[in-house]
């Protein structure tokens, strides 16, 4: 007889706070970007900018993130007018956001262009946190996967998404996010053995 | 459930995406299996260590107030730029950081001739960098004149809508953003054929994405053409083929008509030039009298839109020579080899993406003077 504990495989949403220093519901910071006023895209800012930060230093390293969460900014503030509400404001920010990684990945940005010297000593950003070996192979194996796994498995895991905002974000079916996901964490485990074997 | 279907809903019973029916399910056939059992406490302690590693390194907060701050700053000071010359300043910094190491240090200089070289190519970098988004501010004019021109008639004139929704998808192109998902479009077209072990159906909505349905599942594209490259086994299997508005399977087939193909063609983003000489000549044919007199018509704009796709602009962007040359002297030898390998697969993708603009700026320019002869008609 298998007996599974409580509700653990339901995962509790994680709560993500709001760190605007006046409350926006989010139809009125919609409205307030649109009507193109400054308060408007600074409590936007406010409430969306680490969040992202921390999604895209997962997903591109610290060196990146920065770049492409301005980038992800600039092009909302320019899209607004085409933003119709039909999915949430966080959703989309996210699919900019994806799609900015994704031209980054592709090489077509600039900010690459100055060496940097062969020693290690970065120039641009602090050295990362110490953080556990085991634990560093894995998210470094992370780094290895194409971005159609990387993405959802860092929404999910990281940012807690549900497979259907992940969906949303990257403008797929469900479907498509669960085999993924599947497929990524298969994946990563062959990694992540291979490089322990090694 | 077998142990296999157990397997394939082990993932998302632990992200908690099944429903409480199939999770019960579940539960059912865990109860009587062992393997099953071990492979899911074993998934979710897999599952626990990937989110463990995904959070473990959390960025500087010092490096996130900065980029918000940056943030904050750029959108107060000024309307946002493509390429803010906050990035080409950095860009500069960190090569002239890079330049005082690797003089502290004592590297072997690079010959006079490689620094030159580099140095040229830097400078045409910049150009074409300074050409691009001349290019792009081209079209975002052509575009805005474009939506200008038809203003207010797209509700009474077809032409009209079709230039209005071209100029969004345009737009959407240069930005090269994702469009947004759709969530409760209609269906426009479908198609439902027995046979095979069982019903096969697709369906087009009218946001242009497709549904096919089959004994072995649901998948979906965002367009006829994307069904038929991502998904060609399964659409040699049931033999599916057509186009946007313009379904077939088998020997049957299901169509709308011309303007609710343009509708579909403008929505999925299948729309090119050709059809928008389809949609002039259209528009044409309501108006003049005679087939002569419709293709002389059309002859005209096409001959318009060529005679104005020259560009307008070259580029307005001062290059500053001086300090590309200060900071690739301080290179080394090595690090100039580096930088012209990189200049060169860059230089190929500016090249390439030159000529999108340029492509895109034909579009534009044509979209633009045939919303001025609606306009003014």
């Keep these: ?7 653990i495989l339901r995962k509790e949403p994680r709560s993500r706070p709001m760190t605007t220093e006046r409350p926006w519901n989010e139809a009125d910071l919609i409205a307030g970007c649109r009507a193109g006023r400054r308060d408007a895209f600074e409590a936007l800012v406010l409430a969306y900018h680490d969040r992202l930060h921390r999604i895209a230093s997962t997903m591109a390293g610290a060196d990146a993130a ?15 007018a085409r933003f119709r509400g039909d999915s949430q404001l966080a959703t989309w920010l996210i699919s900019i956001l994806r799609n900015r990684f994704c031209l980054y990945l592709r090489g077509q940005k600039k900010w690459k262009l100055a060496p940097l010297p062969d020693d290690g000593a970065r120039l641009s950003s602090p050295e990362p946190r110490p953080v556990e070996r085991d634990l560093r192979g894995i998210l470094d194996q992370a780094k290895e996967l194409s971005e159609e796994l990387r993405t959802p498995l860092v929404l999910f895991h990281l940012d807690g998404m549900s497979y259907a905002d992940i969906a949303k974000s990257m403008n797929c079916p469900i479907g498509t ?11 990563l485990k062959r990694l992540v053995l291979k490089a322990e074997n090694r | 459930m077998t142990c296999s279907d157990a397997r394939e809903a082990m993932d998302a019973l632990l992200d908690g995406e099944l429903t409480a029916a199939e999770e019960t399910e579940f539960r059912v056939h865990l109860d009587a299996c062992g393997d099953c059992e071990r492979e899911l406490a074993e998934l979710r302690e897999w599952h626990g260590t990937i989110g463990e590693a995904l959070s473990a390194e959390a960025p500087d907060p010092a490096a996130v107030a900065e980029s918000r701050r940056g943030i904050l700053e750029a959108l107060g000071a000024s309307p946002p730029r493509r390429v803010p010359l906050a990035r080409l300043a950095a860009l500069l910094a960190i090569g002239l ?8 240090v004592g590297f072997s200089r ?59 998808n345009l737009s959407r192109r240069l930005l090269q953003d994702p469009p947004e998902p759709e969530s409760s479009a209609a269906e426009v077209l479908s198609i439902t054929r027995n046979g095979d072990g069982g019903t096969v159906s697709i369906v087009q909505k009218d946001d242009g994405r497709i549904r096919v349905q089959t004994p072995l599942g649901t998948i979906e594209a965002r367009n006829m053409p994307d069904l038929l490259v991502r998904y060609p086994d399964l659409c040699r299997r049931y033999s599916i083929g057509g186009s946007d508005g313009r379904l077939q399977m088998a020997d049957s087939s299901a169509g709308v008509d011309w303007r609710g193909r343009l509708d579909l063609l403008l929505r999925s983003g299948t729309w090119d030039e050709t059809l928008q000489w389809e949609a002039y000549r259209g528009w044409v044919a309501g108006r003049a009298a005679d087939a002569k007199d419709i293709e002389r018509r059309l002859k005209a704009h096409q001959e318009r839109c060529r005679a104005s796709g020259e560009p307008r602009v070259e580029s307005s962007l001062a290059i500053d020579a001086e300090s590309i040359l200060r900071r690739v002297k301080a290179f080394t030898r090595e690090e100039v080899r580096r930088s012209q390998d990189r200049l060169a697969a860059e230089m190929k993708q500016l090249d390439g993406r030159l000529k999108e603009a340029a492509d895109l700026r034909a579009r534009a320019r044509g979209l633009r003077i045939f919303a001025e002869d609606i306009g003014h008609d």
């Design chain 2, 97 to 104: 950081s890079v330049g005082v190491v690797a003089s502290a």
């Design chain 1, 177 to 187: 996010v669960r085999s993924r996901l599947f497929e990524a964490r298969d994946r």
């Design chain 2, 110 to 168: 690079p010959p006079e001739a490689q620094v030159a070289r580099l140095v040229e190519g830097l400078k045409q970098q910049e150009q074409r960098d300074a050409q691009l988004r001349a290019v792009h501010q081209e079209i975002e004019q052509d575009l805005a004149e474009a939506r200008h021109a038809v203003a207010g008639r797209a509700d009474r004139d077809p032409a009209a809508r079709a230039i209005e929704v071209a100029t969004t």
């Design chain 1, 66 to 80: 920065a770049d492409l969460v301005q980038e992800t900014f600039l092009a909302a503030v320019e899209g607004f």
């Design chain 1, 1 to 7: 007889m298998t007996t599974i504990a409580g509700p």
